[in-house]
């Protein structure tokens, strides 16, 4: 079983949408997900303009890709450069904790992630 960035069993990111590298809702990942999408995260406008402004269009569906596109609400696995890089410019999304992979600690740093965890966790340990 995976481990969040607590080092507790990963949690679900989202089944509705279904996200994850494996599509099967969590924040998996692998040999194979060179991307390491491993940080489930809200959406929010901002974040969604920033990534199109990347030319990465998470809004517009992709049903040739069974993507439906992200509205602001939906929770997602970002790839943790990408978060990072959110961060950095001021645009990044809260983070779901409990359901952000531990490998994300190898591009982010815990203390950054708490900064901007989703309200009801930040008491978390």
Same mark, same amino acid.
């Given at each position: 079983?995976?481990?969040? $960035?607590?080092?507790?069993?990963?949690?679900?990111?989202?089944?509705?949408?279904?996200? /994850?590298?494996?599509?099967?809702?969590?924040?998996?990942?692998?040999?194979?997900?060179? /991307?390491?999408?491993?940080?489930?995260?809200?959406?929010?406008?901002?974040?969604?303009?920033?990534? #199109?402004?990347?030319?990465?269009?998470?809004?517009?569906?992709?049903?040739?890709?069974?993507?439906?596109?992200?509205?602001? /609400?939906?929770?997602?696995?970002?790839?943790?450069?990408?978060? &990072?890089?959110?961060?950095? !410019? /001021?645009? !990044?999304?809260?983070?779901?904790?409990? !359901?952000?992979?531990?490998?994300?600690?190898?591009? $982010?740093?815990?203390?950054?992630?708490? &900064?901007?965890?989703?309200?009801?966790? #930040?008491?978390?340990?």
């Amino acid at each position: 079983m995976s481990s969040n $960035v607590f080092g507790t069993e990963l949690e679900p990111c989202s089944h509705d949408p279904l996200t /994850g590298f494996y599509r099967d809702g969590c924040c998996e990942t692998g040999p194979e997900d060179l /991307g390491v999408h491993t940080v489930c995260a809200i959406m929010t406008e901002g974040f969604l303009e920033f990534s #199109r402004e990347r030319g990465n269009d998470l809004s517009t569906p992709r049903p040739e890709y069974g993507f439906p596109g992200l509205e602001p /609400g939906d929770r997602w696995c970002l790839c943790a450069v990408r978060w &990072k890089e959110a961060w950095e !410019a /001021g645009k !990044a999304p809260q983070v779901v904790l409990t !359901a952000t992979h531990e490998a994300t600690l190898e591009v $982010v740093p815990l203390e950054v992630l708490v &900064k901007v965890a989703w309200r009801e966790e #930040r008491a978390s340990p």
